[in-house]
């Protein structure tokens, strides 16, 4: 089993520039699935379907790159001058830094004695020259391996979307046996109502996040208002780190923005009521418990894909590890994983009190269909 682990862990970090993109497509094709059922259901065609959804993502993304480019362009362009107002107001700190730490060499010389002259000279340390690469030229360099993979990860997702049902098909006629049909037709089931639906439904409360976010920032006068507040909405997929660190960054650049403490601690501190809002009571209404993990393994795997994949894998790390308890949860091999990924109950003492797939419940009143007597067979003769 450690050796298994291991033997994963590697391919994840080997494989990562294909299975990062691969990860967000299935992610994303989870995300849009209530949207293109929904279209269907008023008689769009499947392709049609994954068509719009898939299209509503390339705008939403389209749309945030357009906001956030000139922003990051303009935040590079001004570098030195941030470095130096960043310099200028932290003056202060330094200063008393450096009493702290004149007075810690003071009290250290007066209890271990004057210090001994050298005994020998060192040669003068060697001057090192480094170049710098400028921005434009990392720019050239990511630039089409990203929007390659944006491009893979897109039309993945369409094609998910619009041959899911096709899917689902023909991964029941893997199944010899109608046990493990009915198996692995539950799993489907149960991965699209907890990660689809889940996925769906914390979206949706993140982007009224980002809203939220924006128009408060935009009543304080903060610059940039709209990237800061994406910047929240997106970091809300990441929990427990997400957040903290795009209220840090708030913070940071009201530092650098304003003057006076009023306008520096108003914008991080409104974006931390806004946090506490959605994380302790709109998220906990909306969001069913079947969903809920153990807070030490979403941290860890956040925390390891995260460090494998960038900020991409702190983003899918959570639906990843919904859909792998999904699975568990009906498999009893996997009874363990499921029940330390579980938060409190494990998923599959929960599914069992379910009705089977097939069953349909009676209208009240409805005669119970009986089953008709069988004639015996007529005998042929010559």
Not at 192 to 201: A, C, D, P, Q, S
Not at 278 to 305: D, H, K, W, Y
Not at 341 to 359: F, G, I, M, Q, Y
Request: charged fraction near 15%; proline fraction near 8%; charge should be positive.
């Amino acid at each position: 089993m450690v050796l298994a682990v291991c033997a994963v862990g590697i391919v994840a970090w080997l494989a990562r520039d294909f299975l990062i993109p691969t990860a967000a497509a299935i992610v994303l094709a989870l995300i849009m699935t209530p949207v293109a059922n929904t279209l269907e259901r008023l008689h769009v065609p499947s392709w049609g379907a994954a068509a719009a959804s898939v299209s509503l993502l390339v705008i939403a993304v389209a749309g945030l790159l357009a906001v956030a480019a000139p922003a990051v362009t303009s935040w590079a362009e001004q570098a030195p001058f941030v470095a130096y107002t960043l310099e200028r107001k932290l003056e202060g700190l330094r200063k008393s830094l450096a009493v702290v730490r004149q007075v810690s060499e003071r009290v250290e010389q007066a209890t271990t004695g004057p210090a001994s002259p050298p005994t020998s000279t060192r040669p003068p340390p060697e001057k090192v020259v480094a170049q710098e690469q400028s921005l434009l030229g990392e720019l050239a360099k990511t630039t089409p391996a990203i929007l390659l993979q944006i491009g893979y990860a897109a039309v993945l997702s369409f094609m998910l979307l619009s041959h899911r049902n096709d899917h689902r098909r023909q991964i029941l006629r893997i199944a010899t046996t109608f046990p493990t049909r009915v198996r692995l037709a539950r799993i489907m089931r149960d991965i699209n109502e907890r990660v689809g639906h889940y996925l769906f439904t914390l979206a949706v409360i993140y982007t009224v996040v980002a809203v939220a976010s924006t128009i408060v920032l935009a009543l304080l006068g903060f610059p940039n208002a709209l990237l800061w507040g994406v910047l929240m909405g997106l970091a809300s997929f990441v929990p427990f780190i997400g957040p903290p660190v795009a209220i840090g960054i708030v913070a940071l650049v009201a530092l650098l923005t304003y003057e006076d403490w009023t306008h520096m601690v108003a914008a991080p501190l409104a974006l931390a009521v806004i946090h506490f809002v959605e994380s302790q009571l709109v998220t906990p209404i909306f969001v069913s418990r079947r969903c809920a993990l153990n807070a030490v393994a979403v941290f860890a795997g956040v925390a390891s894909l995260g460090w494998m994949w960038g900020a991409v894998g702190a983003i899918v790390a959570v639906p990843l590890l919904i859909l792998l308890s999904t699975v568990a949860a009906h498999l009893p091999s996997l009874r363990w994983l499921e029940v330390l990924l579980s938060d409190d109950r494990p998923v599959s003492e929960r599914l069992a009190v379910k009705p089977p797939l097939a069953s349909a419940p009676l209208r009240p009143g409805a005669p119970r269909r009986q089953r008709m007597p069988t004639r015996p067979a007529r005998r042929e003769t010559a």
